[in-house]
């Protein structure tokens, strides 16, 4: 296997059926890494648990702003609060931002999307 990351994207809204060991299981896929669960489908993320607020694809969740009202941030196994910086920007959105591990973000994400709220999330992965 080379080291060639690809640039993952799964082109609809699904439930996420496990998280754990570095990545997530949706839609009978599996990836390994973080993910962005938002409108316009899953998307592979850098984001880990040093760095849980990183990566130039997040800012993909204000792109999307008309179609979000919640994000939920699944910050790994501890929780972390975003940066005032980025809680500013996504208020400014309209876009109301909770910060959780990631199994609750995974779990309240899920019945979320079951409901169909506007929500969106952000998943670190967890070993």
């Known amino acids: 296997m080379s080291g060639e990351i690809r640039d993952a994207h799964y082109p609809r809204r699904a439930p996420i059926d496990a998280y754990g060991n ?9 990836h390994r890494g973080s993910i962005l669960c938002l409108p316009s489908g899953i998307y592979g993320w850098t984001a880990t648990e040093e760095q849980p607020f990183t ?3 997040l800012m993909k969740v204000l792109d999307e702003a008309t179609d979000i009202r919640f994000l939920l941030f699944g910050t790994g196994k501890d929780i972390r609060r975003p940066p005032a910086a ?23 994400y899920n019945i979320m999307l079951l409901e169909g709220r506007p929500v969106a999330a952000a998943l670190v992965a967890v070993e």
């Open 55 to 57: 990566g130039e694809r």
């Open 22 to 30: 570095g990545g997530f299981r949706f839609a009978d896929m599996s």
């Open 86 to 108: 980025l809680l500013t920007r996504l208020r400014d959105r309209g876009i109301s931002c909770d910060p959780m591990s990631t199994g609750a973000a995974v779990r309240t």
